[in-house]
């Protein structure tokens, strides 16, 4: 029972670092320092794609599968659970393509927003501004 509640939790934290890989840049958006955890999940991402590597996340459920009696992973974590279950294994690419440009389009925004933040932290009207417009009654 150990070994399977541990491969569970390994496929739930491999979903959730897919999910980062492709959404961790607007994360930052709201806490920049986050960014710099997203660069470095987003660089391995495609270092995975890019090289034949195998993610450590697929060598502990292997590992974790074997010990609970099951068989060993004859794929990866994407060729088993993603492609041809949630898209046609056709999408590969155009899926990658697309995950691509959303984490290109997080990271531009946050260099926008950090660029906006930049700005009224040095201006001293910015500072003194209130966030909102004021009541034309009071």
């Known amino acids: ?10 496929l739930v934290v491999h979903f959730g670092y897919l999910a980062y890989v492709v959404l961790g840049g607007f994360i930052a958006w709201r806490w ?17 794609i890019v090289y034949p590597l195998l993610c450590p996340l697929t ?8 010990r609970a ?6 794929r ?17 690419r155009l899926l990658q393509v697309l ?4 984490v290109l389009v997080s ?7 950090q660029r906006r933040r930049s700005a009224r932290a040095t201006d001293p009207e910015r500072q003194q501004a209130p966030r909102w417009p004021r009541s034309r009654s009071g």
Not at 59 to 66: I, M, N
Not at 69 to 74: D, F, I, V
Not at 76 to 92: A, C, H, K, N, S
């Open 1 to 10: 029972m150990g070994f399977r509640l541990l491969t569970t939790l390994v």
């Open 99 to 102: 995950a691509a440009c959303a």
């Open 59 to 66: 060598v502990l459920e292997d590992w974790s599968r074997q």
């Open 76 to 92: 990866g974590f994407i060729d088993r659970y993603i492609e041809g279950v949630l898209y046609p294994e056709r999408y590969t």
């Open 32 to 48: 920049p320092r986050t960014i710099w955890l997203h660069l470095l999940a987003a660089a391995w991402g495609l270092v995975v």
């Open 69 to 74: 009696g099951e068989a060993a992973l004859t």
């Open 107 to 113: 990271w531009v925004g946050f260099l926008i927003i």
